[in-house]
């Protein structure tokens, strides 16, 4: 997988477990340096997950809260994947009075 930027774009009154970001299934086994951007007009919470092949369960996860206003950001410096895996970004909570976004930076 090339470098990129992934995002399911401004999400409006999310619900618990919306992806807000999600790479695809990686085509090739490799490692790059990851960098997580979370913005909402709300406090939350949400997930950093590494994600199996089958997209059935985490391989790992970090649980991480977010400020209203203020960007939320992780920098992973090398993570190594097989073939299928993906990253994602998963809400959390309901915030229905919310205006949220996450991308996902492959470098």
């Not at 409006?12 to 340096?33: E, H, R």
């Not at 949400?46 to 939320?72: G, K, L, M």
């Not at 993570?79 to 996450?102: D, K, M, S, Y």
Request: hydrophobic letters at 50%; aromatic letters at 8%; a negative charge.
């Amino acid at each position: 997988m090339s470098a990129g930027w992934y995002t399911a774009g401004i999400l409006i009154a999310p619900v618990a477990d919306v992806i807000l970001a999600d790479t695809g299934p990686m085509q090739d086994a490799g490692s790059m340096k990851i960098h997580i951007l979370l913005s909402a007009t709300v406090q939350g919470t949400a997930a950093i997950e590494h994600r199996n092949a089958a997209n059935d369960a985490s391989i790992r996860y970090q649980i991480v809260c977010f400020s209203a206003f203020q960007p939320y950001t992780m920098e992973i410096p090398v993570v190594h994947w097989a073939t299928g895996e993906r990253f994602r970004v998963r809400l959390n909570e309901n915030l229905p009075t919310a205006a949220i976004q996450a991308s996902i930076f492959l470098i």
